[in-house]
């Protein structure tokens, strides 16, 4: 069995903002998982105790790009939080971003690739990471090429969002941009939320529906209103309407004569654990190097 460690006690209480002896009685129910440590404790404290998403640790910015029917989308990381200030690392993702938009790149490498001033990306990446001293690297993009409309929306540099969409007023795509910034759906609808999130939540309920002792089939009626009700607060066109919560975006759009046809965003960071050091363990080694000195 792994060793549980305050470290990964702490990256728990981090990510799910659980009690300490809750983390670690996960960690070890789950013998060392974090993954499944996470999902003990959801089923055990609820979906309080998933903030994941809230607490994204790596650095970067997101950066957008449209001309006409074509547009882009770029994340770009970082190390420290400084540095997502810096003008020249802000130029780097926004070219990166019109890059993307005018090249079509087939993927990170071929968008490196792609010369700028007489350089490739790549080295003008490498030139500021010399100058800054700080690593960095282009993380993810994805570009649209349509017939519809398109429209961006940043939420400072950490939150980018890409929608297109059909319909004569352009506001109500960069509403529907905005919304999505603040409610986070993972899909345009129900039937297109990915599989793997659906069973993530199925197991979840059907583990918590088990522990409250009623029939099989009052638990497959609690599990499975429990999907469904996942599924219309992750679909953008179940969502409530942030800017009018008495109409769904569906209602919205509906009244607007207008239409979604997909969007992309990307949090900075978003999935990426960024590295947990242990002070405890590193004053440790500085106090046993001083004694051998």
Not at 212 to 225: F, H, L, N, R, T
């Amino acid at each position: 069995m792994a060793a549980i460690t305050a470290a990964m006690v702490g990256e728990l209480r981090a990510k799910t903002d659980a009690p300490m002896m809750e983390c670690k009685k996960a960690l070890t129910e789950a013998e060392g998982d974090l993954a499944r440590a996470e999902e003990i404790l959801r089923v055990k404290l609820g979906s309080k105790a998933s903030k994941a998403a809230s607490r994204i640790t790596a650095e970067g910015v997101v950066a957008a790009f449209i001309s006409g029917g074509v547009g882009a989308l770029v994340e770009v990381n970082c190390e420290t939080d400084f540095v997502t200030k810096n003008e020249d690392f802000i130029s780097l993702a926004n070219t990166a971003a019109k890059l993307v938009a005018e090249n079509n790149p087939a993927d990170v490498a071929a968008l490196s690739a792609l010369t700028i001033d007489g350089k490739t990306l790549e080295e003008v990446r490498a030139a500021l990471v010399g100058k800054i001293g700080e690593n960095m690297s282009f993380r993810r993009f994805k570009r649209y090429e349509t017939g519809s409309k398109l429209v961006s929306y940043l939420h400072g540099t950490r939150i980018g969002v890409l929608v297109e969409f059909d319909g004569a007023d352009e506001q109500v795509g960069k509403d529907v941009a905005m919304h999505i910034a603040a409610m986070k759906p993972v899909a345009l609808s129900s039937k297109d939320v990915p599989a793997d999130l659906i069973e993530k939540e199925r197991s979840i309920a059907t583990q918590k529906a088990a522990e409250s002792g009623k029939p099989a089939d009052i638990v497959a009626k609690m599990v499975e209103g429990t999907v469904q009700k996942y599924l219309k607060e992750v679909s953008l066109f179940d969502q409530p309407f942030v800017k009018n919560d008495k109409q769904t975006v569906e209602q919205m759009l509906k009244a607007s004569n207008a239409s979604v046809k997909a969007f992309t965003m990307f949090v900075v960071g978003e999935g990426i654990e960024k590295k947990q050091d242990d002070f405890a363990a590193e004053v440790a080694a500085q106090v046993a190097a001083a004694k051998q000195a």
